[in-house]
């Protein structure tokens, strides 16, 4: 007897609640579960409509390729390569890590994502003498601008 008491007032208790959010015409148990579910629908279609105008607003900005490449300090033979690119296109990392193959660096240590765009920070060694940087910069860049997106 007690628990059906206590479950009724629990119940009644997350009505209250649910029709303080979407203040239903009448208050008895149907009408507020209705709106309640109403109300839910409604608020997944704008998160629907939130997500679409974002991935539209994210398809249409242009952000730069950024290619940063620094010598670390007392080596000379090692560079650390940041990359950050907003193109989504498979296969940036391939491409750049072939062209720096191509101009005799190893990669030493990477970490890379692609979430939301390329991110790449890397530590390359040169096999003999290390590339400039501003050479190395512009191959990177030149990499990434050649890669197809798929």
Excluded: C
Aim: net charge positive; aromatic share 4%; proline share 3%.
């Amino acid at each position: 007897m007690v628990s059906r008491i206590q479950r009724r007032m629990v119940v009644r208790k997350k009505l209250n609640k649910l029709s303080s959010l979407t203040k239903p015409k009448s208050l008895d148990k149907s009408s507020v579960g209705v709106d309640g579910f109403y109300h839910i629908n409604k608020l997944k279609l704008k998160l629907e409509a939130m997500i679409r105008e974002y991935s539209i607003l994210l398809q249409n900005l242009q952000l730069p390729t950024e290619v940063k490449v620094e010598r670390i300090d007392g080596k000379e033979s090692q560079l650390v390569i940041k990359v950050r690119s907003w193109e989504k296109g498979r296969g940036l990392l391939v491409s750049i890590l072939e062209r720096l193959e191509e101009m005799g660096m190893n990669v030493v240590q990477a970490k890379v994502s692609s979430t939301h765009g390329f991110f790449m920070e890397a530590i390359a060694e040169a096999q003999g003498k290390a590339p400039e940087v501003q050479i190395l910069t512009q191959q990177i860049l030149r990499a990434i601008e050649e890669t197809p997106n798929l």
